[in-house]
């Protein structure tokens, strides 16, 4: 039974590949609209405001594709391989990381969705609601993490293989 439980932790990888492929998309989609922004705004002398809202609307998309990032690495590094080389800022170490990683960019795609019903002229009467909406939402993901955050216990020493045991002695 043992043996069979260590061995479902393997299906992880199919959401895991999932997300980074999606994370790739919006990427690559998000970087491709604001390359046809720049086109845009430079060949055919768009609006300033509609340059903005275009920009940022595809800053949104890179900054979903973050999250989605995100959470392959982190459903990988918690479930097949937790030493994977990522940068230390993107380390998982247990679920309370990767939920911190995970609301620290919804906030930053909050802000964003905010900034550009800001500057959107034609939203201009919906700001307040905005606003209002994407500070309770803030604050309710502050409370959510603060009221689940767990003590850090010390993590599990990795095994030594037979090669460091060697290279001790």
Not at 106 to 112: E, K, L, Q, S, Y
Request: charged share 20%; net charge neutral; hydrophobic share 55%.
């Amino acid at each position: 039974m043992r043996k069979i439980l260590s061995v479902t932790r393997y299906a992880v990888v199919v959401p895991a590949i999932a997300s980074l492929l999606g994370a790739l998309l919006l990427m690559a989609k998000g970087s491709l609209e604001i390359i046809s922004v720049v086109i845009q705004a430079v060949m055919n002398q768009a609006y300033l405001k509609d340059t903005i809202v275009g920009v940022l609307t595809a800053v949104d998309a890179i900054l979903l594709g973050t999250v989605l990032l995100v959470i392959g690495y982190g459903l990988y590094e918690l479930f097949i391989d937790a030493d994977l080389d990522v940068p230390p800022w993107l380390q998982v170490k247990d679920l309370d990381d990767l939920k911190s990683k995970l609301i620290g960019v919804v906030v930053a795609i909050i802000a964003v969705v905010f900034v550009g019903v800001f500057v959107d002229a034609n939203r201009a009467s919906e700001v307040v609601s905005y606003g209002l909406g994407a500070g309770v939402m803030v604050t309710g993901l502050a409370a959510f993490a603060f009221a689940t955050k767990k003590e850090k216990l010390p993590r599990r020493p990795k095994p030594k293989t037979a090669l460091e045991d060697k290279e001790i002695n």
